[in-house]
């Protein structure tokens, strides 16, 4: 039964957990929330990066094109905390669902850390970019990238000082939209971890994967922008719920085998 920190629609708990036995296909969106645990801000949260920076002056291409100091030195810092981060639980268990998953599944994650697949996670989109990967504005060739890049090293390919983070800056058109649109419209259960709702097309998901008939399941330490939306809101924090979820959708698989 769904007890006081979760909300559960729809008439019957039996109905929901018929539900989820017949789940082949999932998506997982994941958000800033998920890494938390691991000591990585969030955006939103009191203290979150967003009230310590002006999204303007650091997280658009106008940002980088007026001050690129400023922005590289911003990325550079946050690049250097993501490495000195690790995986949570959490993240160990999607990465734990990704192996042992028999259905299509695909992780879509807004985050920018590699923590989901240091873990383990394959079947991943990072359709915000990622900290660890540099992108050259001379060439257009992407660098798997560690280091600083407010010295302007030069790009790897052809050897210009033109790189910038491969992050998607507020204005910039997400990664990879076409496979997430696909995967959405074919899944049977969509669930949202870890994330405000508060940026599209993310925040959008849910409303198209209820469209296309998917169950949708959100799981969060607070109720989200698009918690109203959701079959089932389930509010805790990451590292408890989602190794409690994966196991449930494991053994849902077991039993059926
Ligand atoms: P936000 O900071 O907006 O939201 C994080 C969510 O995680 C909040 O709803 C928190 O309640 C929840 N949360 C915090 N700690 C948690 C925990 N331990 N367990 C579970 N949930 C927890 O981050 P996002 O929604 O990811 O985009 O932000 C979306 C996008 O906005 C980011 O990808 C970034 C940002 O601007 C770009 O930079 C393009």
């Not at 990465?95 to 299509?104: E, V």
């Not at 394959?122 to 060439?139: D, F, K, N, Q, V």
């Not at 209820?210 to 805790?236: K, V, W």
């Amino acid at each position: 039964m769904a007890d006081k920190h979760s909300r559960l629609d729809g008439p019957l708990c039996t109905a929901h957990r018929q539900a989820m036995a017949d789940i082949r296909n999932i998506v997982v969106l994941t958000g800033a929330g998920i890494s938390a645990e691991s000591g990585i801000d969030t955006f939103r949260s009191a203290g979150g990066l967003w009230e310590q920076h002006r999204v303007e002056d650091v997280a658009t291409p106008e940002a980088f094109a007026r001050d690129p100091d400023l922005v590289l030195r911003f990325y550079d810092m946050r690049r250097a905390n993501i490495q000195k981060a690790y995986p949570n639980a959490a993240h160990d268990a999607l990465a734990r669902l990704d192996q042992y998953w028999q259905g299509n599944l695909l992780i879509v994650t807004q985050n920018v850390d590699d923590l989901h697949e240091r873990a383990g996670a394959e079947r991943l989109i990072h359709m915000h970019g990622e900290h660890l990967s540099a992108w050259c504005l001379s060439c257009d060739g992407r660098t798997r990238w560690h280091a600083p890049l407010s010295d302007r090293p030069a790009c790897p390919h052809c050897g210009e000082a033109a790189l910038r983070p491969d992050i998607v800056w507020f204005g910039e058109m997400p990664y990879r939209m076409d496979e997430i649109d696909r995967a959405i419209g074919q899944c049977d259960l969509f669930v949202s971890i870890g994330t405000s709702g508060a940026v599209y097309p993310a925040a959008g998901y849910v409303r198209t994967a209820r469209h296309y008939g998917a169950r949708t399941l959100e799981l969060n330490l607070d109720p989200s922008q698009g918690s109203i939306m959701f079959h089932e809101c389930r509010m805790g924090r990451a590292t408890d719920l989602v190794p409690a979820w994966v196991d449930e959708m494991l053994t849902h698989q077991a039993e059926r085998l």
